[in-house]
């Protein structure tokens, strides 16, 4: 049974040095994501605070 | 339609890479942003949020900042992807991703988009749909009016073009107050027309790549002398135009002073690029104004941030 990160299923072949830099790319993703998520729970926070009148 | 046509054959050139595995970095998708220009982008936005007289939480004043940042970076990538033939040919470009073949082109357009999509969204989220807006128009004007348009057809292309450079300081400041005002369309003229100095005393220097890739800047279009000229009329109204702030009494006189001691250094330059114009002497004279225009923007700027958004130097 083929896993996820089986190349061999679409015909390509990928170097370990394609691989390595798939890999960044993909943890590179993550990380945005992470940042974005992040940033609408802050935003959230400060629109709904109480504000001083 | 011939328009239509280009963008037709950009696209089925990227499909055609796609099937390729990628071979791009992630340092790679980071230069597509052109970090350089955004850098500028960055810090002038900076000071339009800061000196402009509304109030934003400093949390969406960070995310309202790091939106415009985005949309300068998507802008970036998605010149690249268009301009990839031009850069291909110029010493100056050959290496960025999309010409050395280390990102595709399809990559690159996606990324210029999604990127695009988001930070205008998150502006429009973290501080008001008119800033919001401005952004979008700001991305649109960098990526279709200039790069697709104006920048292969005519001499004016950075003159037009160089509005879209000019608008991060606005849209911030609209950020900040939800409106756009006299004193953010002066910040936004005096970056207007700090461009054409700025750009044509690097292309008196790079005419020869300008020509060879077939852009018809203005050294290439009306020859070296004209475009000396042009520099020293667009410097005669940039220079004058940093004490502006001042004038309209939206900047202490510390900043009037430093502007005006700035600009006629400015001007000094510009001069010097008409007066000498041959040989190494010339090319020397083009590079410092060049350099100085960088140094001399940010000494405005940081001026502005100094003594209207910390306060320093209001008692004068």
């Not at chain 2, 998605?78 to 050395?100: C, E, F």
């Not at chain 2, 020869?208 to 890739?213: F, H, N, P, Q």
């Not at chain 2, 009306?222 to 004058?240: C, F, K, N, V, W």
């Not at chain 2, 001691?261 to 002497?281: E, M, S, T």
Request: glycine share 8%; hydrophobic share 55%.
């Amino acid at each position: 049974m083929a896993g996820p990160d089986d190349d061999h299923d679409d015909g390509l072949v990928l170097t370990p040095e394609q691989r390595r830099r798939r890999r960044a790319r993909n943890i590179a993703i993550a990380v945005i994501l992470l940042v974005v998520v992040g940033l609408f729970y802050a935003m959230t926070l400060v629109r709904f605070a109480p504000q001083p009148h | 339609m011939a328009f239509v046509s280009e963008t037709t054959t950009r696209l089925a050139l990227g499909r055609a890479a796609a099937a390729e595995p990628s071979p791009a970095e992630v340092k790679d998708f980071a230069a597509l942003l052109k970090p350089g220009v955004m850098s500028l982008v960055i810090f002038t936005a900076l000071v339009g949020l800061v000196v402009a007289p509304g109030h934003l939480h400093p949390v969406l004043g960070a995310i309202a900042l790091l939106s415009i940042a985005v949309g300068a970076g998507a802008s970036g990538a998605l010149n690249m992807w268009w301009d990839a033939d031009i850069d291909a040919v110029m010493s100056r470009t050959k290496d960025r991703p999309i010409p050395a073949g280390r990102v595709q082109p399809g990559e690159a357009l996606t990324f210029g988009l999604v990127l695009a999509t988001g930070s205008v969204i998150m502006l429009g989220l973290a501080a008001n749909w008119l800033a919001a807006g401005l952004l979008a128009f700001t991305i649109f004007f960098y990526a279709v009016i200039y790069t697709m348009w104006l920048k292969r057809t005519t001499a004016q292309n950075i003159v037009i073009g160089g509005a879209a450079g000019a608008l991060p300081p606005m849209i911030a400041w609209a950020a900040a107050t939800g409106t756009v005002s006299l004193d953010s369309f002066v910040l936004f003229l005096i970056i207007f027309f700090w461009t054409p100095p700025h750009f044509w005393a690097l292309a008196l220097v790079k005419s020869g790549d300008y020509e060879r890739a077939g852009v018809p800047m203005l050294p290439v279009v009306a020859g070296p002398d004209e475009t000396r000229r042009q520099i020293l009329i667009y410097s005669l109204i940039y220079a004058p135009l940093g004490v502006v702030p001042w004038l309209l009494g939206f900047a202490p006189l510390a900043y009037g002073v430093t502007a005006a001691v700035a600009g006629v250094a400015f001007l000094v330059l510009a001069w010097r690029v008409f007066r000498i114009r041959d040989g190494a002497p010339a090319a020397k004279a083009s590079m410092q104004l060049f350099a100085f225009s960088i140094l001399h923007l940010f000494v405005l700027f940081a001026a502005l941030l100094v003594t209207v958004g910390l306060g320093f130097g209001t008692t004068l």
